[in-house]
């Protein structure tokens, strides 16, 4: 489901602070530039037949781990905790927040749109092959922030296909396609090259494997900022949660957007919002 596309946004000098380090707020002319975007990528998912789902705001952490999420990512987890009875007489009482003790829930915040849609297919038949879209907001503790090219939660857009060997490269080969033209159009220089996943264990066989084998792919804006990925899973979704296509272990891949930075990359281009989002319009003919 694209966000809705906002009237033009006013002018003027409003200005909005960010709450704290890598959180921010974006001003009218920046909101209005990554819901315009959002309904470009969507293009993509119209073109390979693949309806919007709205995905869930939390995931839980046993379906994570069959996923090797903790073995791969643990430093970027954001989980999700609760006060318990005491602490909450503590806060209505004034006490300050950050003395409280919290408890776990057994939850984290989404790290990317996909996880939730693959848990969701958990011991289906996908027939064929399926297609899926979605957009959603992604949270990860990074080491450090850095406006819209790194942010404590951002906005991702991911088209997922599940189904055979074949329909996961053709997806990505179309996914591929797609971004070039589309960067040609908004004219902003993208390069293509393999993913650095910020693997915890560097030397550990997954990250090993990926540097022998790259699975993942990104396209780079010309000051390093990755805004966009295609991922090959090959089967290990399929095998981890039992999805099958026909009876087979499924397959699947996906492509995903980093919709503020691509916000980013579109003014570092155009040199101001206001433009980007001109070349946008111009763009969707709008």
Request: net charge negative; aromatic share 8%.
């Amino acid at each position: 489901m694209a966000l809705r596309t906002p009237p033009a946004a006013p002018a003027g000098d409003l200005t909005l602070l960010n709450p704290g380090p890598g959180l921010v707020v974006l001003e009218p002319q920046r909101a209005a530039l990554l819901l315009a975007l959002d309904d470009l990528f969507t293009d993509l998912a119209a073109e390979v037949g693949a309806p919007a789902v709205v995905g869930p705001p939390l995931l839980p952490a046993e379906g994570l781990a069959r996923l090797d999420y903790f073995r791969n990512f643990p430093h970027l987890g954001v989980t999700a905790a609760r006060f318990p009875d005491d602490a909450v007489e503590a806060l209505a009482s004034g006490a300050p927040v950050a003395k409280q003790p919290v408890r776990p829930t057994g939850y984290l915040l989404p790290s990317a749109t996909c996880y939730g849609l693959l848990l969701s297919l958990a011991g289906q038949d996908v027939g064929p092959g399926l297609r899926l879209t979605a957009i959603g907001r992604c949270f990860r503790n990074e080491e450090h922030y850095d406006g819209l090219r790194r942010l404590w939660g951002f906005h991702m857009r991911e088209v997922v296909y599940f189904g055979t060997a074949e329909g996961a490269r053709e997806h990505l080969a179309r996914s591929k396609e797609f971004i070039e033209t589309l960067a040609g159009r908004l004219g902003i220089e993208l390069s293509y090259q393999p993913a650095n996943d910020p693997f915890f264990d560097k030397s550990g066989s997954r990250a090993k494997l990926m540097a022998l084998d790259p699975v993942k792919h990104e396209f780079v804006a010309t000051d390093g900022t990755a805004v966009a990925s295609v991922n090959r899973h090959r089967n290990f979704f399929g095998e981890r949660l039992g999805i099958t296509g026909e009876g087979a272990v499924a397959h699947s891949s996906c492509t995903a957007f980093g919709v503020e930075r691509w916000v980013h990359a579109m003014v570092l281009a155009h040199g101001t919002p206001e433009e980007a989002l001109r070349q946008v319009r111009d763009v969707r003919g709008c």
